[in-house]
């Protein structure tokens, strides 16, 4: 009795502290403050990630907001839960995670599948390592990770082409019919080169939210001139892409996709836009987010090219959520080594 | 001549804000008791005199500073100003220009022969800019047009971007033989030598969002505030009174402190303490941030709300990187945040914490609500007891 108390509690005061405002007041100087918060912060990414939702809606129809229904119901009930637990206050922190999360899934998937993944990513992903905040990892790709190693024959060859017709997929429930392969797939066994066209506007078969490029590049757009994103590891990720793959494909054009389609199919522009640019799991310090852009950069093109994996975003960023303490241990090394011998001389 | 240097490349413009001062100077009488001893002026040519002059007359620096007059090789004149309310220093020299150029001549006699001379001015001003270009007498005198970014009239950052030299770490201006002196001081410079007239007045700037309008007045020092305020027919009450700007001023409690010299702003704040319901989906056409998240990125023009309120709940640090972008001195503000919360002060030292200026950007950009200035202060008086 006293446990339901404290779980009604904790999601009435979140809810209260959600819809309004702070009545907190500056003590000491600054006596203003920016009106910036984590909660338009997080609520801007929604925004931006929004018409990529719309899409997926258009393009395998009403059963991919059921999707995002399902991910945000366990996801936030499970950070709920933890919250109760460990007697702090539910944050918005689940927000994103829970609508990054559907929108790299593939659109048949079965919806327990969807729970289990967003559970998991949500505890090892997150709460093991102290909420919001204080993640290795990000928790979306942990989900998502988790059900693709324990789920294999859901989540690969479960592709189908967007549906047809003006309307789309806003008069069908889901999409039906043949699966048909990814146009990475397709480069890979049969060196095919979807037209460009299609990669753009999402008439491609491929996960929910990865298909529109269109729609991803804005809402990326709108993050980085909001501030939102930092500019330096989507457009440093993309770039290396791009010129790796221009050499590479120049001198192996069997291996590698030329530069155009590499950035243009698969996840890339979804995940260097909204994943990559998490702050919380990506390194710290402005020179690491150069450096591990480049390397981000580096990895999808050998994964894609060179292994067995058709894709290789999702690796390369759970990798790189690996090495970024490295990166930024590294780069505070060196900054510190400079300063020293500078103190030095100046004294 | 006008001198090109490049304005600080962080920091942070404000932009228009509400209820900022403007309009002209008010005068408030001078109580009749109050009795001035004028004194005979003086010969602006003659250096010893004007030196004991200036110096009777309790005109800072030269009161105040730990060096020479002798040993001074530069001469910064601040006119900039960037913080939110503060006085405008373009109203004081319009209004008093024959008298500002004469009082930095003053100033330049009084110092070494060789002192170089700089006014550092908002490059908005252009009219005061071509003014005293245009004047052949003050050939000697270099104009500096500077971009309104706080905080770029900080003495460290003014004197680093018009010297365009560093100062070593944990140094201050006189180690490049540099004294630096506002607008104010030059007229009271005017008046010690010209007129024989002692510091007695001070100009200071009256604004902030609790006023329906700013204003500018000049006070006899010594004026306890609360008298001012009565003269101004400003009521006070429920409202934040700060010595000083809104981003390190200190809060006034008890409204019977005197202005002093150094005083140049009093800010009036709204306090707010009220909860806004969707506070987070406001389009915020009056709201000022240093991201892009609010439509006054888009109209500048509009003037900006300024309130007490945090605008937000504390919660653990994301490491969005702002207060490094927005940092003057290139910290790592977050970082150093980050080694004091964890109580490890050896490595934070390896990261020029004493650098720091006290701006108290960080403070101010900071979306999770981290006092991050003040830890950072913190850590230095720590790091100064070892």
């Known amino acids: 009795m006293h446990a339901l108390k404290r779980f009604l509690k904790t999601a009435s005061d979140a809810i209260d502290k959600f819809l309004f405002g702070s009545p907190d007041v500056t003590i000491g100087s600054p006596h203003i403050r920016d009106y910036m918060n984590l909660k338009r912060y997080m609520i801007l990414v929604i925004i931006a990630v929004a018409p990529t939702v ?45 609508l990054i999360y559907p929108m790299i899934l593939p659109p048949n998937i079965p919806l327990w599948i969807v729970a289990v993944g967003i559970v998991f990513g949500t505890i090892f992903g997150k709460e093991v390592f102290g909420g919001t905040g204080k993640n290795i990892f990000n928790p979306a790709l942990v989900g998502r990770l988790f059900i693709a190693i324990a789920f294999p024959s859901f989540m690969s060859g479960q592709w189908y082409q967007p549906i047809e017709g003006t309307l ?21 066994s049969e060196g095919i080169i979807e037209a460009y066209r299609n990669l753009f506007l999402g008439k491609i078969g491929g996960c929910l939210g990865e298909t529109s490029k269109i729609l991803i590049l804005l809402g990326g757009f709108f993050l980085i001139i909001t501030k939102i994103s930092n500019w330096r590891i989507p457009v440093v990720y993309l770039g290396t892409v791009a010129l790796l793959s221009y050499i590479l494909s120049s001198i192996f054009p069997n291996k590698f ?82 300063n020293r011998k500078n103190v030095i001389r100046d004294e | 001549m006008i001198l090109k240097r490049r304005s600080l490349k962080n920091g942070y413009k404000f932009g228009k804000m509400i209820g900022s001062p403007c309009g002209q100077i008010h005068k408030l009488e001078i109580p009749k008791e109050v009795i001035i001893s004028l004194k005979q002026g003086s010969d602006i040519n003659n250096k010893s005199q004007i030196n004991k002059n200036l110096f009777e007359s309790g005109v800072s620096p030269y009161n105040t500073s730990s060096i020479q007059p002798d040993e001074v090789k530069n001469l ?65 005198l270099n104009i500096c047009p500077l971009k309104a970014k706080y905080p770029q009239n900080h003495e460290i950052i003014l004197t680093e971007t018009i010297l365009r030299e560093k100062i070593p770490y944990n140094g201050t201006i006189f180690d490049l033989k540099t004294v630096i002196v506002d607008v104010q001081d030059v007229l009271h410079a005017y008046e010690a030598i010209i007129d024989g007239k ?50 390190t001023g200190t809060q ?83 970082l150093l945040n980050k080694f004091i919360t964890h109580d490890l002060i050896d490595e934070a030292i390896n990261y020029k914490p004493l650098s720091c200026i006290d701006c108290n950007l960080c403070t101010y950009v900071c979306p999770s609500k981290i006092p991050v200035a003040s830890n950072i202060k913190d850590l230095k008086e720590k790091i100064k007891e070892l």
């Open chain 2, 76 to 140: 910064i004149i601040n006119a900039v100003h960037t913080e939110p309310y503060c006085l405008t220093n373009n109203i004081i020299i319009s209004e008093n220009l024959e008298r500002f150029l004469i009082g930095i001549e003053i100033l330049k006699n009084s110092l070494n022969d060789n002192v170089n001379v700089y006014l550092a001015i908002n490059q908005d001003d252009k009219q005061i800019i071509r003014q005293i270009n245009d004047k052949s007498k003050y050939k000697w």
């Open chain 1, 54 to 98: 719309i899409a997926s809606i258009y393009h395998f129809g009403w059963r991919a907001l059921l999707i995002v229904i399902i991910s945000y119901l366990f996801g936030v009930t499970t950070e709920w839960i933890f919250a109760t637990i460990r007697k702090e206050e539910l944050t918005e922190g689940a927000f994103v995670t829970c």
């Open chain 2, 198 to 247: 002692p510091v007695l007045e001070r100009i200071i700037a009256i604004g902030g969002s609790g006023l329906e309008k700013g204003v500018f007045v000049k006070v006899l020092i010594g004026t306890p505030i609360n008298h001012i305020l009565a003269e101004l027919n400003i009521n006070a009450d429920g409202k934040r009174v700060i010595i000083g700007g809104v981003m």
């Open chain 2, 252 to 334: 006034c409690d008890d409204l019977s402190t005197p202005i002093d010299r150094t005083t140049n702003t009093i800010t009036i704040l709204k306090e707010n303490r009220n909860r806004e319901f969707l506070f987070f989906l406001r389009a915020g056409i009056k709201r000022g941030s240093f991201s892009n998240a609010f439509l006054s990125s888009l109209f500048p023009m509009i003037e900006r709300n300024a309130d007490t309120n945090l605008n937000g709940e504390m919660r653990s640090c994301i490491y969005c990187n702002y207060c490094e972008e927005v940092c003057p001195v290139g910290l790592m503000p977050y």
């Open chain 1, 257 to 338: 996709a030329p530069p155009l389609f590499q950035l243009l199919s698969g996840g890339l522009m979804f995940g260097a836009m909204f994943m990559a640019t998490d702050p919380v799991s990506g390194p710290m310090t402005l020179q690491g987010k150069w450096i591990c852009g480049i390397l981000l950069g580096i990895l999808t093109v050998i994964i894609r090219g060179l292994s067995g994996y058709v894709e290789g975003v999702m690796f390369s960023i759970i990798l790189m959520n690996i090495f970024a303490p490295l990166i930024d241990n590294a780069v505070l090394a060196f900054i510190a080594s400079k």
């Open chain 1, 168 to 188: 789309g997929g806003f008069s069908a429930y889901s999409v039906d019919g043949i699966t048909s392969a990814t146009p990475l797939t397709n480069f890979k």
